[in-house]
């Protein structure tokens, strides 16, 4: 899996979506994030379809959606992504969120879908540890992602070094809190030292953390800016000031209340 995409949460279906993904995977994307939910999968496969760009060096993610759990309807959602994106397979499916009750039948359909080849992996979204252990235990196939909010204001510490240990992988949604980290004096500071913007600092953070990361954009201009991050190295020092901005704020829902 690429280590950094495009997200494309509250990205409009239709051409709005088309051409995000278009412009992302000609500037150099190769993974792009979507979700049954986002109610834009339409448009992200005919982004792909048009970019010319062969499918099997695009990574697709998609996502079961809360109202959709449970072992049938899982599988059943399922089928209805795929047909949206116009795709034979998914290259990673995520549960979305834990629901409670739910989310362990709703991994086994994914663990079928895995075992029958119609999803490439499998994984997770907005997963506590205490999620993670109790899936650890019913699962036969691990999680190979967890994908949850994660950015200089939300580290999470503990999980991290969790699926570390785990060998799950983590991914970042929200990486630039929404837009609302692009003023945080400490990110421009840095940012200043390099010639890089805030959200080029917070993405190359990322990375140099190990974490996946997936910036939204819809401007051509911003999408081309986030992916410009392969070109500089944050010192160590850099890296321990931006972990020291770390507030355990979400922009999102926690998933214990969600
Ligand atoms: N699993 C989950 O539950 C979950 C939840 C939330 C998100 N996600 C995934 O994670 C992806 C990213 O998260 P997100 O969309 O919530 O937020 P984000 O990527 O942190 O921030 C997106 C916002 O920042 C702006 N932006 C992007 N690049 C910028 C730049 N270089 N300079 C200034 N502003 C910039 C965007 O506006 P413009 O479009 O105008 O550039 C948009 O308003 C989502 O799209 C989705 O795929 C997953």
């Known amino acids: ?17 088309i051409r995000a993904v278009r412009t992302a995977i000609e500037v150099g994307y190769r993974s792009i994030d979507t979700a049954s939910f986002y109610n834009n999968e339409r448009g992200v496969g005919q982004g792909v379809r048009e970019s010319g760009i062969p499918r099997e060096e695009i990574f697709i993610t998609s996502k079961v959606w809360n109202d959709e759990q449970g072992y049938e309807s899982t599988l059943r959602a399922f089928e209805q992504s795929i047909e949206k994106l116009g795709l034979d397979y998914l ?13 362990i039948e709703t991994y086994l359909a994914l663990e079928k879908l895995y075992k029958e080849g119609r999803v490439r992996a499998i994984g997770v979204s907005n997963f506590h540890v205490h ?14 992602i967890n994908q949850v909010e ?44 390099y010639g890089k913007s805030p959200a080029q600092v917070i993405l190359r953070w990322n990375i140099q953390h190990n974490v996946i990361t997936i910036p939204k954009s819809t401007s ?8 410009t991050i392969f070109d500089f ?15 355990n704020d979400r922009s999102g829902s926690n998933p214990d209340d969600f």
């Not at 899996?1 to 709005?16: A, N, R, S």
């Not at 499916?93 to 409670?100: A, G, I, K, N, Q």
Request: aromatic share 8%; glycine share 8%; net charge negative.
């Open 233 to 247: 190295v944050l010192s160590d020092e850099d890296m321990k000031k931006i972990d020291g901005l770390n507030i």
């Open 131 to 144: 999620h993670l252990e109790s899936l650890l235990k019913d699962c036969s196939v691990k999680p190979v």
């Open 150 to 193: 994660y950015h200089p204001h939300l580290t999470q510490k503990e999980l991290k070094n969790y699926c570390e240990r785990e060998n799950i992988q983590l991914e970042s949604w929200s990486p630039l809190k929404r837009g609302k980290l692009l003023t945080e004096p400490t990110l421009i500071e840095v940012g200043q030292k």
């Open 1 to 17: 899996m690429p280590g950094f995409g495009l997200g494309v949460y509250k990205v409009d279906e239709g051409d709005t979506v």
């Open 220 to 227: 051509a201009e911003r999408i081309k800016e986030n992916a």
């Open 91 to 103: 290259d990673l499916y995520l549960v979305h969120w834990p629901v409670s009750g739910k989310y």
